[in-house]
Structure formats: structure tokens, C-alpha cells
């Protein structure tokens, strides 16, 4: 089965950056479209990017356009969400989710919770002064 693993969370300055990484010790990331999600304290958890299979297109919530990269790193196996100028409210904790795997196929991703049947224990992010 399918193991996520998130890191790179921590405390950050209003404005500062942080880098999430979603790794996979087993499985080729590469087959699978992975998502980026975050729930806040007290609240439901919300897409935040995306990024598809064999097609350039990404998703990001409006909350982070402009601010967020989703990439991937085939070479290290790995999913990155570069957060840059960060605010309090992009507070929470931070999963990256899968899902496939898919091959010789297209797949745009959906920042949908239900699409994706794998996921990893979260990163947290504190954004504060």
C-alpha cells in the first residue's frame, strides 16, 4: 500500500517561506496525480494545489494563487508545495494525498478530498509573529 510521507513544516514570520516535500519510499510518485491539502484548527480540510499526470495543467486554491508552486521531482521520487509569503491564516497542518497509479494516460487532477483514496499523517505550519 501506498505510504505518504510529508515534511517540511515548522514555525515561519508572516512573510517568510517554507517548503513541503511528499515522499514515497516504495512506489514511483510519478504514476500518481498528488495533492496538497490543509485543515486549519476548527475547520474542515481544504484543497490547496494539485498537480496532474502528463499534463502541464495544476490546481491552487485562490487563497494561495500567486503565492504557492506545486512541482514534482521525479528524480528524488518526491512532490514539493514552495510556500512563499505566508500568512497566519495559511496556519494547519498539511497532507499530501494520492492517487493511482496511472500509466500511459493523462490525468488531470481535482483538488477533491473523496478522489483520493491515499494519504500521509500531515506536516504542520504555524505562521506567526
Known amino acids: 500500500q501506498l505510504q505518504l510521507v510529508e515534511s517540511g513544516g515548522g514555525l515561519v514570520q508572516p512573510g517568510g517561506s517554507l517548503r513541503l516535500s511528499c515522499t514515497a519510499s516504495?512506489?514511483?510518485?510519478?504514476?500518481?496525480?498528488i495533492g496538497w491539502f490543509r485543515q486549519a484548527p476548527g475547520k474542515e480540510r481544504e484543497g490547496v494545489s494539485c498537480?496532474?499526470?502528463?499534463?502541464?495543467?495544476?490546481y491552487y486554491a485562490d487563497s494561495v494563487k500567486g503565492r504557492f508552486i506545486i512541482s514534482r521531482d521525479n528524480a528524488e521520487n518526491a512532490v514539493y508545495l514552495q510556500m512563499n509569503n505566508l500568512k497566519p491564516e495559511d496556519t494547519g497542518v498539511y497532507f499530501c494525498a494520492a492517487q493511482g497509479p496511472y500509466h500511459r494516460v493523462s490525468v488531470l487532477c481535482q483538488a477533491t478530498e473523496s478522489e483520493y483514496p491515499y494519504w500521509g499523517q500531515g506536516t504542520q505550519v504555524n505562521v506567526s509573529s
Open positions: 516504495e512506489f514511483v510518485l510519478h504514476y500518481y496525480v
Open positions: 498537480v496532474s499526470i502528463s499534463d502541464p495543467r495544476t
